[in-house]
């Protein structure tokens, strides 16, 4: 078979040839990338994704060995797929979900700061735990957001940790200043949401 003047040899031929130059590039980009560091993390934005998207690197990390830690600064006690599945990797990973949920279903704003400085203590502990390579603030964004913790001192303690450490920090309105501070930032962006649609939150979608 011929496409236009080229035979299907031809054509197949002008690929592979491509397709070398193409590997030969790539290649050298990531030969030029030789550091190896801790990264501070941010997942924020409107849309879907951003706590699920900071459990698949817990996953990873999991899967190579690694310690990690999960505080839940906003989720209360509803019980979620991923805690079942952590809790089979008891020497690896601790979770703990801090809050009792969200600000607007507490209504206590005194309550709302006591649980967020004791989540936090929990993540300083975590921080500076040696034998913890990775530590998930999820929700954080969000407590920051209402002021509930002071953004100089959650951001003194994530600037200054052990450099080999990864800190996840989750959740809408993230501040210009951890924006700043972090090495990579997400930002969902929210196209569709059934929610709209009226679809309630699923298992294995939602928690
Ligand atoms: P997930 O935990 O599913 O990754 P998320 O962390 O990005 O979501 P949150 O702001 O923590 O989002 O909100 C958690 C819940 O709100 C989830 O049940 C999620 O499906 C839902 N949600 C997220 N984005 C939207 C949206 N744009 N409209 C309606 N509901 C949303
Ligand atoms: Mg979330």
């Given at each position: 078979m011929t496409t236009g003047l080229e035979t299907d040899d031809e054509l197949n031929a002008r690929h592979a040839e491509k397709m070398r130059k193409k590997q030969a590039v790539r290649d050298r980009i990531m030969a030029a990338k030789t550091i190896e560091k801790g990264l501070l993390i941010v997942h924020t934005g409107k849309g879907k994704g951003k706590t699920t998207a900071a459990l698949g690197m817990v996953c990873r990390a999991i899967g190579h060995g690694q310690r990690v830690g999960i505080v839940q600064f906003v989720k209360g006690a509803m019980t979620t797929g991923e805690k079942a599945v952590f809790d089979a990797f008891p020497e690896q990973v601790t979770m703990k979900a801090m809050g009792e949920g969200f600000t607007w279903n507490t209504q206590n704003r005194a309550r709302?700061?006591?649980?967020?400085?004791?989540?936090w203590e929990e993540v300083k502990?975590?921080?500076a735990d040696p034998a913890v390579n990775m530590v998930l603030c999820d929700e954080l964004n969000v407590v920051l957001r209402y002021d509930y913790l002071p953004l100089d001192e959650v951001l003194e303690v994530l600037t200054t940790r052990?450099?080999?450490?990864?800190?996840?920090v989750t959740g809408r309105n993230a501040a210009p200043e951890m924006i700043e501070a972090a090495d990579l930032v997400t930002e969902m962006e929210m196209v569709k949401h059934p929610f709209r649609s009226g679809v309630k939150a699923q298992p294995g979608i939602e928690f």
């Amino acid at each position: 078979m011929t496409t236009g003047l080229e035979t299907d040899d031809e054509l197949n031929a002008r690929h592979a040839e491509k397709m070398r130059k193409k590997q030969a590039v790539r290649d050298r980009i990531m030969a030029a990338k030789t550091i190896e560091k801790g990264l501070l993390i941010v997942h924020t934005g409107k849309g879907k994704g951003k706590t699920t998207a900071a459990l698949g690197m817990v996953c990873r990390a999991i899967g190579h060995g690694q310690r990690v830690g999960i505080v839940q600064f906003v989720k209360g006690a509803m019980t979620t797929g991923e805690k079942a599945v952590f809790d089979a990797f008891p020497e690896q990973v601790t979770m703990k979900a801090m809050g009792e949920g969200f600000t607007w279903n507490t209504q206590n704003r005194a309550r709302d700061i006591e649980l967020a400085r004791a989540a936090w203590e929990e993540v300083k502990r975590l921080i500076a735990d040696p034998a913890v390579n990775m530590v998930l603030c999820d929700e954080l964004n969000v407590v920051l957001r209402y002021d509930y913790l002071p953004l100089d001192e959650v951001l003194e303690v994530l600037t200054t940790r052990d450099p080999a450490k990864h800190v996840i920090v989750t959740g809408r309105n993230a501040a210009p200043e951890m924006i700043e501070a972090a090495d990579l930032v997400t930002e969902m962006e929210m196209v569709k949401h059934p929610f709209r649609s009226g679809v309630k939150a699923q298992p294995g979608i939602e928690f």
